[in-house]
């Protein structure tokens, strides 16, 4: 699953990982109420999740989706390249942390060991 507010990167990602890299992604979501919503009806392997949205941005969505589903697996996919914010994410239950300068085999790498149970970074 995807949850990014920027469609053109949504969609870029979307292509990039089904086509080059064998993903299926089974939903898109732009902010995180309607993440959460699609993460209850498709229970995703793995949810590639943005830090900076409106509404309600990655940190807060992720609390909320590992208080209700302890065994979440998100990859945080993020331009924030702050400290906190990857402090953050990691304490609130994110599996990893990249910034959208990752190489998409780097990422498709990183997706497959955040699958596998495996944390990224540190």
């Not at 979307?14 to 979501?29: D, E, M, P, Y």
């Not at 390249?81 to 990893?96: F, I, P, T, V, Y």
């Amino acid at each position: 699953m995807l949850v990014d507010d920027h469609p053109v990167m949504r969609v870029g990602l979307a292509n990039v990982l089904s086509l080059n890299h064998g993903f299926r992604i089974v939903a898109q979501a732009d902010d995180g109420r309607s993440a959460l919503a699609l993460w209850r009806q498709h229970r995703p392997d793995v949810c590639l999740l943005d830090v900076s949205m409106e509404r309600m941005d990655g940190i807060e969505t992720l609390r909320r989706l590992r208080a209700e589903f302890p065994e979440a697996r998100v990859l945080m996919l993020t331009s924030s390249k702050a400290g906190e914010d990857m402090s953050l994410a990691m304490q609130a239950g994110a599996r990893g942390y990249l910034t959208k300068t990752v190489r998409h085999d780097e990422l498709a790498a990183a997706i497959r060991a955040v699958h596998r149970g495996e944390t990224i970074g540190p």
